[in-house]
């Protein structure tokens, strides 16, 4: 009773299990992962995030596949790197921001920057802000790629306020922007479902992580910023899915992954709307 998953969804959700609010222990969420990864819908799974303010206590001790989130200064980051691979742990990629909202994040691209120019084997993604400066950021990203540094940006989709969570207008302007510099991007914050949908409890309207695939999709192919809006803004199921469904033995275009606290909600979610067929061949 197995399954490969689809190569459209490969490593699409990473387990956040460990990021706040979460209460779940560092050997809980270890075992947890090593759990997943040993079941039929392995394929699915990207890293465990494990932030860096963690290391030093409880640590992976065997090869775990693991991403460093920076929660700590930029110069703490590589001593973090090598303690989680000394204790075995592969290091496949850091997320750290670079500026809050309304800061430059010039500074903290360049710090960075500065970080992967001295770590090649380590991915570096950069958190910027949806908001002042973004364009010239994704510049700055753009021309670390061409230099050959592993950088990409990563953004923050959601939170606790109205204002974090950007329109699908908003969003589809930042997706053709990494269109257009071939930029992979990571989301963070808000992808709770697969398909668009309000909070009933905040009244917050979140997108889906299934019209971010198809709107990616949709970018990669060409469509200029209306036609992806329309894609991100969607609520009903069927298009969507037949988007994905024509393009499942493809490689995901330009969306990296998104983290997931219950990796096994997405998980669901993609079965119920029959995108991944449940473990059986």
């Known amino acids: 009773m197995s399954t490969l998953v689809p190569p459209l969804f490969a490593g699409l959700v990473d387990d956040a299990s460990l990021l706040p609010p979460s209460p779940t222990g560092v050997a809980e969420a270890v075992a947890k992962h090593d759990e997943h990864r040993a079941g039929w819908f392995a394929g699915l799974l990207g890293p465990l995030l494990v932030p860096a303010s963690l290391i030093g206590a409880d640590v992976p001790a065997h090869d775990l596949p693991v991403a460093l989130v920076g929660d700590v200064s930029v110069g703490a980051v590589p001593v973090a790197v090598q303690k989680l691979r000394a204790a075995g742990g592969q290091v496949q990629h850091l997320e750290a921001a670079v500026a809050r909202r309304g800061e430059d994040p010039q500074p903290g691209l360049a710090g960075l920057r500065s970080l992967a120019e001295s770590d090649t084997d380590l991915r570096v993604y950069a958190e910027i802000p949806l908001s002042w400066g973004l364009l010239a950021a994704l510049d700055a990203v753009a021309r670390a790629r061409a230099d050959g540094l592993p950088m990409a940006p990563k953004f923050r989709v ?124």
């Open 158 to 281: 959601g939170g606790l306020a109205a204002e974090l969570f950007p329109t699908p207008v908003e969003l589809a302007a930042v997706l053709c922007a990494c269109r257009d510099r071939e930029l992979p991007f990571r989301l963070a914050a808000g992808l709770r479902h697969a398909i668009r949908h309000t909070d009933p409890e905040t009244g917050f309207t979140h997108h889906g992580f299934l019209n971010v695939l198809a709107a990616s999709a949709s970018a990669q192919d060409g469509g200029e910023v209306a036609e992806v809006a329309e894609v991100l803004a969607a609520t009903h199921p069927v298009p969507l899915v037949e988007a994905c469904r024509a393009r499942r033995s493809e490689p995901r275009p330009l969306f990296a992954g998104f983290g997931a606290a219950n990796v096994v909600e997405p998980l669901t979610e993609l079965v119920r709307l029959g995108l991944i067929n449940g473990g059986y061949e």
